[in-house]
């Protein structure tokens, strides 16, 4: 272990050296910044923001609603930047140097584009908008709640990937992403066009897109297990074993499905909902990739796909319902 690590330093050294020189980057272009980013997965926190927003109908506030949406982009982004910067510095994103654009890391870090203090500065910046937008909310709304459950996001945010939690590195990951991505979303997009939190009616509508997010996730640290655990990362992954961790994906695609009937039940959700557990046609397809290409990474990336559109198919139904 200290001779893998020792490698993996010489490397980053090696890499600093090269994008860096006196604290200038190359290769700076839209395109490698929205790579960097990786502003496509922002539709999952779009989506789950929408939904919450989206319950109180016919009362919107479509301010209200920017600010709102502004600050989650921002510190989704701002997470994301901060992911890699994580991976990087540990060494888990130089154990493979490919980009597979679901999971892995963007590797822009490995192929001389950026540093990881670009990483790291871009971040900051994207958290400070944020914050911005947070500000601005705490004026029109009169209420602090917005920016106290900010400090707390952005703290979670932070300790997913970085010192002093690391909560992805110690099976604490995959329970962030279920309640920022869920729960937090959720209830405060319904909370800055209501005014009320917490609020039941709002939880338990984030709980389809929470465990849906939660599935994506795990989906995608399947095939990096290897690498992750080498490094000392121990994703949920590690629990069940790579070969038998199928088996967890299926069990939170089952209480996405729950959840859905659920609120059905509670009268939370119409009928325009049940059509968003068409879900489970690309989420069996994933489940079977996961149990039978596990240890092959390019098959994998079709299962991160699916799973990806499992939560958009579930997301879109439920807003859907919202809006008729």
Not at 18 to 31: E, L, P
């Amino acid at each position: 272990m200290p001779e893998i690590w020792s490698r993996c330093w010489e490397k980053r050294k090696e890499i600093n050296k090269a994008v860096v020189g006196k604290g200038q980057i190359r290769h700076v272009t839209i395109k490698y910044l929205l790579e960097a980013m990786r502003l496509p997965f922002a539709v999952v926190s779009v989506i789950a923001f929408l939904l919450g927003s989206l319950i109180s109908l016919p009362r919107f506030h479509a301010l209200l609603f920017c600010m709102g949406l502004a600050a989650v982009i921002a510190t989704h982004l701002g997470a994301n930047l901060i992911n890699d910067y994580a991976d990087s510095s540990t060494g888990v994103d130089w154990q493979d140097l490919t980009a597979y654009g679901f999971f892995g890391g963007s590797k822009l870090i490995q192929k001389k584009i950026f540093s990881e203090t670009f990483y790291l500065r871009l971040a900051l910046v994207l958290i400070a908008l944020a914050f911005f937008a947070v500000i601005l909310l705490v004026i029109f709304t009169h209420s602090l709640t917005a920016l106290w459950a900010f400090a707390v996001i952005a703290v979670l945010a932070w300790g997913y990937s970085e010192k002093p939690f690391r909560f992805s590195y110690h099976g604490l990951g995959e329970i962030i992403i279920f309640l920022l991505f869920g729960p937090a979303l959720v209830m405060g997009g319904y909370f800055i066009q209501t005014g009320i939190y917490p609020s039941a009616h709002a939880f338990c509508l984030s709980l389809p897109l929470g465990f849906a997010v939660t599935a994506v996730l795990f989906a995608n640290e399947i095939p990096d297990f290897p690498q992750d655990i080498l490094m000392g990362k121990r994703t949920l992954v590690a629990f069940f074993g790579q070969s038998r961790a199928f088996i967890f994906y299926y069990v939170l695609i089952a209480f996405a499905v729950a959840s859905i009937l659920l609120n059905i039940a509670l009268g939370y959700l119409g009928f325009l909902s049940f059509f968003s557990l068409l879900s489970l046609i690309p989420a069996v397809k994933a489940g079977n990739i996961l149990r039978s290409s596990y240890f092959d990474k390019h098959a994998c990336i079709q299962s991160s796909r699916l799973s990806l559109l499992v939560y958009n198919c579930i997301g879109i139904f439920l807003v859907l319902d919202m809006l008729l």
